[in-house]
């Protein structure tokens, strides 16, 4: 099984509002990461969490703000967003240090955000 | 820093025949991975296909093969039998060696596949 989900599906939000995306994976993944990506663009890193801890921030504004709260869970909150945040907002996990094997990134199906 | 290379925006193919995508990358590192991804309408992001840099065989996976030219740090990826699912976004992808901190993708600017019917 090689499932990432990610809820909701759609969301649409005021500048004023608090939104959290949510993602889930039950594969045994220790690493997990969200990006941002604008329509026919190439997805964009954001965060990378490893063994639930924050390892990598792409310099992203403080209004998203990660969580990991344990190894199968992954939120972003969103808080005072901009309309130019409106994108798909996609979870993707991945093993660590799986050797030569290397760690293949499974993605969520993503969540579509506007901003208005 | 590594980079990668679509110099492809945009490629069409009639169903059933072959087409190839083409995808360089640059990099220092000697031991990396290698990915196509899939990303259709829905925009769900699917793995097509993975290379291991110290494997010289090329991966296969059914009707998807890929060109891996170390060397010349080219990695294409070849669709046999084309069919109408296959119209999507594909992005060449690569991956550093394995971290700690797990690892950064690095994508290439896609190519748009259109399969003609």
């Known amino acids: 099984d090689t499932e990432v989900t990610q809820t909701p599906k759609h969301l649409v939000m005021g500048m004023t509002n608090k939104k959290s995306l949510k993602c889930e994976q039950h594969?045994?993944?220790?690493?997990m990461y969200w990006y941002k990506q604008k329509a026919k663009k190439p997805p964009e890193l954001m965060f990378v969490y490893s063994y639930e801890k924050l390892s990598i921030n792409e310099s992203v504004p403080s209004r998203f703000s990660p969580e990991c709260p344990n190894s199968s869970l992954l939120n972003l909150h969103l808080h005072a967003l901009q309309p130019e945040d409106s994108a798909l907002y996609l979870c993707a996990s991945s093993q660590i240090l799986a050797g030569k094997k290397g760690e293949t990134q499974y993605f969520g199906p993503g969540t579509r955000l506007l901003v208005l | 820093a590594q980079t990668v290379t679509q110099s492809q925006p945009e490629m069409s193919v009639q169903e059933a025949e072959t087409v190839t995508l083409s995808c360089t990358y640059d990099t220092s590192e000697s031991d990396y991975y290698l990915f196509w991804y899939k990303q259709p309408p829905s925009r769900q992001m699917i793995l097509v296909i993975r290379?291991?840099?110290?494997?010289?065989q090329n991966a296969t996976e059914n009707r998807f093969s890929v060109n891996f030219q170390k060397a010349a740090k080219s990695f294409s990826l070849k669709i046999s039998d084309s069919q109408l699912g296959d119209a999507a976004m594909y992005f060449c992808a690569y991956r550093s060696p394995p971290r700690e901190y797990g690892n950064k993708l690095v994508f290439g600017a896609g190519t748009i596949l259109r399969v003609k019917s």
């Open positions: 594969m045994g993944h220790r690493a």
């Open positions: 290379q291991e840099a110290y494997k010289q």
